[in-house]
């Protein structure tokens, strides 16, 4: 009955390759998010995603895309993987747009080796 | 520029202590602040949220305050236990701003010693 699921836990590869993670949430919630937290435990949003409507960080490379197959799923797909983008990703969702309290999923820890 | 502030950066204490969270903030138009803890391994969840209107709320052991004047608020916890321990994040969104219109403190962690 979890939430906010996503996969896999943990996720350790090569730099260059190409990898995705996956998020689902049962909540019938309209908005998912991305978040990038660093080593230094701070979040920072990659993309938010509602109704069909992407907003993307600018920050963020465009190696990094998000697929919405669904409103109930907002999974991510990372290319050619740098060693930077090692970090733990989560996936969150809020009720609507204006809907400011996230449920977080327990989050994706990438190591690029 | 909207800004999140989170004081200390880590704190320990002893199990069965109270211990105060700080918060500051330059974020405007506001329009919540909210208090999250994250347990290690896990993902962020929330325990309060504070409107313009709020000054003190509790859920708990946990007691949030906020001066919407000079833009603090504080996470007080009493009784500490060792479930406790875990990071603590600020966040505060701002009126009008979409998904994007939060902005994140960089979280207090707190250790609990028996």
């Known amino acids: 009955d979890t939430a906010v699921s996503q996969t896999p836990k943990y996720l350790v590869t090569q730099m260059g390759n190409d990898k995705s993670i996956k998020c689902e949430q049962n909540l019938g919630h309209d908005t998912m998010y991305w978040y990038k937290q660093d080593s230094k435990k701070f979040l920072k949003i990659m993309f938010s995603?509602?109704?069909?409507?992407?907003?993307i960080n600018e920050t963020v490379p465009n190696r990094f895309s998000p697929k919405s197959p669904d409103k109930a799923h907002l999974n991510l797909h990372i290319n050619s993987l740098e060693l930077g983008d090692s970090a733990v990703y989560f996936c969150?969702?809020?009720?609507?747009?204006?809907?400011?309290?996230?449920?977080f999923g327990s989050g994706t820890q990438l190591s690029v080796l | 520029k909207n800004q999140v502030e989170q004081s200390p950066q880590s704190l320990i204490i002893l199990e069965g202590k109270n211990c105060t969270l700080q918060?500051?903030?330059?974020?405007?138009?506001?329009?919540?602040l909210r208090w999250y803890k994250q347990d290690t391994g896990r993902g962020p969840v929330s325990l309060t949220i504070?409107?313009?209107?709020?000054n003190t709320k509790s859920n708990g052991r946990y007691t949030a305050t906020l001066d919407a004047d000079t833009k603090q608020s504080s996470l007080h916890i009493t009784a500490s236990q060792l479930s406790d321990s875990a990071s603590y994040i600020c966040v505060v969104s701002y009126s009008g701003g979409g998904a994007d219109g939060l902005t994140f403190g960089k979280g207090t962690h707190l250790i609990i010693q028996p």
């Open positions: 504070m409107t313009f209107s709020e």
């Open positions: 918060c500051n903030y330059t974020v405007s138009p506001f329009s919540n």
């Open positions: 969150a969702s809020s009720q609507d747009w204006g809907g400011r309290k996230l449920f």
């Open positions: 995603y509602n109704n069909k409507e992407l907003i």
